[in-house]
């Protein structure tokens, strides 16, 4: 670690590089040199998507029932603009896709469609069980091979450049500081724009289906940057988490459902219709209160997914990955019940965008599950978030193409200053300071909340806030420092967001405020007006 912080100088910066992130890489014309930057190899959440991308296909069903069946899900919050402009081009997005190397699972005729929650229409495309590994795979072959792209991986942004204007679009991005993990320095990435592609915040919860990097990262430094945030209130509870001491994350896909699969109490009732007549095909928040209802009712710690009336050879072609790993863990699904928990998966709101993923900050983008783009309202449809990576990843590439300009010098920034700190001897209250935010946003802030355990949240994570600031503004950055930093950011705009939410709506509900508000509307944060 004795290397000189560097200072790179590329026309495009790519935080990230799941599906949303390589998408935008990829479409950037071949003439503006693209970094992208990577905190681990592995990539993000992609790869753990199992489901599939939703579009319509089908002769038999429509571009409107695919808008009606989002507009349901998202609870009266999505933009139906925004809806529209993404399931229209979702044929165009299962074609490039296609073109990438995606081998979709085929049928006899066209592609195989699978159904899933909220759909009313068989128009999930899939790669087996494994769809995320599926397009991640395709879209890293085609990006290593790209002249214009480079690679940098174990690196983790920190804070972004930027000029400071006074308003909106009054202000423009000039790059980004960026820890070298390696190096241990913070290097400078300058950049005409820049693209957050770095995924959602689900690891602000004890329990989670995402991977250990999903820590909200490009939200909090979008909003230290200045740019509103948006509907933080609704994180997606998946119903379906694996519960077993040693599989740590492991999800079980809805499709398991969409083919039939049936929750189940201890005792063998299956519980859905009582909740809602569409049963274990009900929309996610729906399915995860069901569960969580009944297992506090008979304090139960899990219940039982069960497809063992399907044919097992069925089951074994259509869910090879799940089969395994079940097999893995001495459960045959074929035989056995599935032992699962609902956990935290997906963050719908984020970064509020507009059309081409630009944020409030000229030249900013957020694409992904970082950004709020108001395709998912007050909860996300199975299947819809891949395809918004694809969309957006492709949208933003557009608008830099008009609006970058490879010619152009770029402006100075100050270089990171680390000559007034040391190295901390007490990176135990690192690890201290992030189990605890997590434990209490679970216990406080999770599927169900009042506004007595959301206002004891509040408290709490402003007080942790200040002693991470003084610890980050004494001691050298790491990356575990960087990560809780962000966790505390987000965990506090969750909070805030719910607590401006008096109603239940979608995947908030509070027992205080049951009901529907006549009016509803998304829950927008401003900096420097939230206190």
Same mark, same amino acid.
Request: aromatic share 6%; with cysteine.
């Given at each position: ?283 996610? &928040?729906? $399915? ?5 209802? +009944?297992?506090? *009712?008979?304090?139960? #710690?899990? !219940?039982?997914?069960?497809? %063992? ?117 007490? &990176?135990? $209250? ?5 189990? +605890?935010?997590? *434990?209490?946003?679970? #216990?406080? !802030?999770?599927?169900?909340? %009042? ?81």
């Amino acid at each position: 670690m004795n290397a000189d912080p560097q200072l790179h100088q590329v026309d495009v910066l790519v935080l990230g590089a799941g599906a949303a992130g390589l998408t935008a890489a990829l479409s950037i014309p071949k003439h503006l040199s693209v970094a992208v930057l990577t905190k681990d190899p592995s990539g993000g959440s992609t790869r753990w998507a199992q489901g599939g991308v939703a579009a319509v296909i089908d002769d038999q069903d429509s571009i409107e029932s695919h808008v009606d069946d989002t507009l349901i899900a998202g609870a009266g919050l999505c933009h139906q603009d925004v809806v529209e402009h993404v399931v229209s081009s979702a044929r165009e997005a299962i074609d490039w896709l296609v073109e990438q190397g995606v081998a979709f699972t085929k049928s006899e005729e066209s592609f195989h469609l699978t159904r899933e929650g909220g759909h009313s229409h068989r128009r999930i495309l899939h790669a087996a069980d494994a769809t995320g590994w599926a397009i991640q795979d395709a879209l890293d072959r085609q990006a290593s091979e790209a002249e214009n792209i480079t690679f940098y991986h174990n690196f983790i942004a920190v804070d972004l450049c930027f000029d400071r204007g006074r308003g909106p679009r009054t202000r423009r991005v000039r790059g980004c500081y960026v820890l070298n993990k390696q190096t241990g320095e913070v290097d400078t990435f300058l950049a005409h724009a820049v693209i957050l592609a770095t995924g959602g915040a689900s690891k602000v919860y004890k329990y989670t289906s995402n991977p250990d990097g999903a820590s909200g990262d490009g939200i909090a430094m979008a909003w230290r940057a200045g740019c509103r945030v948006a509907n933080m209130e609704f994180n997606q509870f998946h119903p379906t988490c694996l519960f077993h001491p040693d599989a740590k994350s492991f999800l079980i896909s809805e499709a398991v459902r969409g083919e039939g699969g049936i929750l189940r109490l201890p005792d063998g009732t299956q519980f859905m219709p009582g909740f809602d007549p569409r049963a274990e095909l009900a929309p996610r &928040d729906i $399915v995860a209160r069901a569960i969580d209802h +009944e297992m506090k *009712r008979i304090g139960a #710690d899990h !219940v039982y997914l069960d497809i %063992t009336h399907r044919d097992p050879e069925f089951i074994k072609s259509h869910f090879p990955t799940i089969y395994q790993r079940l097999i893995e863990l001495d459960i045959d699904m074929t035989k056995d019940w599935i032992p699962v928990v609902p956990a935290a998966h997906y963050t719908c709101g984020g970064v509020l965008v507009d059309l081409q993923g630009e944020t409030d900050l000229a030249g900013l983008y957020a694409i992904g599950e970082v950004s709020s783009t108001g395709l998912h309202g007050a909860n996300r449809m199975a299947s819809n978030s891949l395809l918004e990576c694809i969309v957006y990843g492709r949208s933003a590439a557009h608008h830099i193409a008009l609006t970058v300009h490879a010619d152009v010098a770029h402006p100075g920034v100050d270089q990171w200053d680390a000559s007034q700190v040391i190295d901390s001897d007490e &990176d135990v $209250v690192i690890a201290h300071n992030w189990a +605890e935010i997590r *434990r209490f946003m679970w #216990d406080y !802030v999770g599927i169900v909340r %009042t506004d007595k355990r959301l206002q004891r949240a509040l408290n709490r994570v402003q007080l942790l806030a200040r002693e991470i600031q003084d610890f980050y503004a004494n001691y050298r950055i790491t990356a575990h420092l960087i990560e809780l930093r962000n966790l505390a950011v987000v965990a506090e705009l969750i909070i805030r967001s719910a607590l401006k939410r008096e109603e239940s709506r979608g995947l908030h509900f509070t027992l205080d405020h049951p009901d529907l508000s006549k009016h509803p509307d998304d829950t927008v944060l401003i900096p420097g007006k939230e206190r």
